[in-house]
């Protein structure tokens, strides 16, 4: 499968994971980013083709894509990447897959659906922990309760973090809080919901956070009223509302780049023993407006280990033809038992 598959931003933390793994498969990707250092030493380790170029002229994206089968976008934050690639891959007929958990990302690529029909090009982003586990799980719930109006997902486990997870957290500060109210995204404040939940060791204080799957299990499940959830301790839930006042301060680009600097100067991202005892929870509902209601639970192994496995498992499938065109969520491209595919993944449905 040599030259099949262009990674790009393959020298960051989770790109440089994906890379490794894709290499070990026997994928044989060809490298690419912004920044020739890098990528060069990356590609020279791994015995790898490379490509370097930034995404600011769409003509030279186009061109430097267009021999490949597909795009693995590793670049965050997202909202900087990937509507240009998403538009070479329109003009050159070529799959484009991504890893971001971005509401306002996943939303700009759903947009080009019937522009993806058109040229039989694949539109998969989300296909690393953002949003692999909630998808499947928000899918799950769906099938299994009859007309299901309302869902809610929660996280717990999110205590590592790499420089592209938090530089897109950053440019989230500004935004507040998201919910999919009636079918539409609508902006809310931050910690807008507080709750005990349960996600297998015990009630824990959980509030509101825009996770990707506002946006993503609306169009895997069709429910439109949708609330995801991070278990936080309590102060936490405290700050996060506080921030409100601020977010007109924290959108400012100096501020932005003020704090982006500092991710860069400070943020390695968690270490391989790390990883090995991360140990990540997620939990789902459903209601209908009968007050019917369906629960289930996933536990997963560390998610950047997990996001490597699924975004190369996501890349053979899309290569071997097995994903039609258009925008997919990975729910709606392989059904909700996907997520179980992956050793170290344990679903449990739950009474009542």
Not at 153 to 179: H, N, Q, R, Y
Request: net charge negative; hydrophobic share 40%.
């Amino acid at each position: 499968m040599a030259d099949d598959v262009l990674i790009y931003g393959s020298y960051g933390y989770t790109g440089a994971l994906i890379t490794e793994r894709a290499a070990e498969e026997g994928l044989s990707p060809t490298l690419a980013g912004r920044r020739a250092e890098p990528l060069e030493r990356q590609a020279t380790d791994r015995d790898l083709d490379y490509r370097v170029f930034t995404l600011d002229h769409p003509s030279v994206v186009a061109n430097r894509i267009a021999e490949f089968d597909a795009v693995l976008n590793c670049a965050g934050p997202f909202s900087a990447t990937a509507d240009a690639l998403v538009a070479a891959c329109l003009e050159t007929g070529t799959d484009y897959l991504d890893i971001t958990g971005e509401i306002d990302a996943f939303e700009a690529t759903a947009e080009r659906d019937r522009d993806a029909e058109k040229a039989d090009v694949t539109l998969l982003p989300g296909v690393g922990f953002d949003v692999v586990p909630t998808d499947c799980l928000a899918a799950h719930l769906a099938g299994k309760l009859h007309d299901p109006t309302h869902l809610r997902l929660a996280i717990d486990g999110l205590s590592t973090f790499s420089p592209g997870t938090l530089k897109s957290m950053v440019e989230g500060l500004s935004g507040g809080g998201a919910a999919r109210i009636d079918g539409q995204i609508e902006a809310v404040p931050p910690a807008w919901k507080t709750r005990r939940i349960d996600l297998g060791t015990g009630p824990k204080p959980a509030v509101t956070i825009p996770w990707g799957d506002v946006s993503t299990a609306y169009y895997s499940t069709g429910i439109g009223n949708i609330e995801t959830y991070a278990a936080v301790p309590g102060f936490a839930a405290r700050m996060m509302r506080r921030t409100d006042r601020l977010a007109p301060l924290l959108g400012t680009q100096p501020i932005q780049t003020l704090l982006k600097e500092l991710v860069d100067a400070t943020v390695t991202g968690p270490t391989a023993a790390q990883r090995a005892l991360s140990t990540t929870r997620v939990w789902g509902e459903v209601e209908n407006d009968d007050g019917e209601r369906a629960a289930a639970r996933l536990e997963l192994p560390d998610t950047y280990g997990f996001t490597a496995r699924t975004a190369c498992e996501v890349v053979r499938r899309v290569l071997d033809g097995d994903v039609e065109s258009g925008f997919q969520t990975p729910a709606s491209a392989f059904g909700p038992d996907f997520v179980l595919d992956f050793d170290g993944v344990l679903r449990t449905d739950i009474d009542g």
